[in-house]
């Protein structure tokens, strides 16, 4: 009993640690959608950041205005 708690996740069968889930589903989506599918919601994410980054330059004006 007290081997198994020395035992790592890994060596316990059936179980994968979240670094492996989340490289194994990666994969299969990069292997379902191809580059486009990265393209595109990189696109989308990039547009994103930028309307955020207008957003907070205008809050910061209104907020030198007040002061």
């Given at each position: 009993?007290?081997?198994?708690?020395?035992?790592?996740?890994?060596?316990?069968?059936?179980?994968?640690?979240?670094?492996?889930?989340?490289?194994?589903?990666?994969?299969?989506t990069a292997q379902t959608h191809g580059k486009d599918f990265y393209e595109e919601i990189g696109h989308k994410g990039g547009q994103r950041v930028k309307?955020?980054?207008?957003?907070?330059?205008?809050?910061r004006a209104l907020n030198a205005e007040r002061q």
């Open positions: 009993m007290a081997e198994d708690k020395k035992r790592s996740k890994k060596e316990v069968k059936g179980t994968m640690t979240v670094q492996e889930a989340g490289r194994r589903g990666g994969m299969k309307e955020l980054i207008e957003e907070g330059k205008r809050a």
